[in-house]
């Protein structure tokens, strides 16, 4: 069955940086583009960067553009998220996801930025 396994989020200072991880099995990774997503209480949950089965394109929200790189090891099935210079804003839970039929998604990983 396909598991998504996030981690690496916690909390940071305006400014700061967090590196994302998402281990992925059950599937065959490297035929799957990926998606990471966002999502704040109360609000709907947001797509954050998208990247293509071999890695070569990439999509990032405006809101990211600049900040983030998302990136995947197809021989390790891992997808990544590094964030930069993160703001108070990019305070969320983040999750990976896979369409492979239908949606799937990790449990999440908490990213706090505050003072």
């Known amino acids: 069955q396909v598991q998504l396994v996030e981690s690496g989020g916690g909390s940071v200072q305006p400014g700061g940086s967090l590196r994302l991880t998402c281990a992925a099995s059950g599937f065959d990774f490297s035929s799957y583009p990926m998606t990471w997503y966002r999502q704040v209480p109360g609000k709907e949950r947001e797509l954050v960067a998208s990247i293509s089965t071999g890695g070569e394109n990439k999509n990032y929200a405006e809101f990211v553009k600049g900040r983030f790189t998302m990136s995947r090891h197809n021989g390790r099935n891992m997808v990544y998220l590094q964030m930069t210079n993160l703001k108070p804003d990019d305070t969320a839970v983040y999750y990976c996801?896979?369409?492979?039929?239908?949606?799937?998604w990790g449990q999440g990983t908490q990213v706090t930025v505050s003072s």
């Open positions: 996801n896979v369409w492979k039929g239908r949606d799937y």
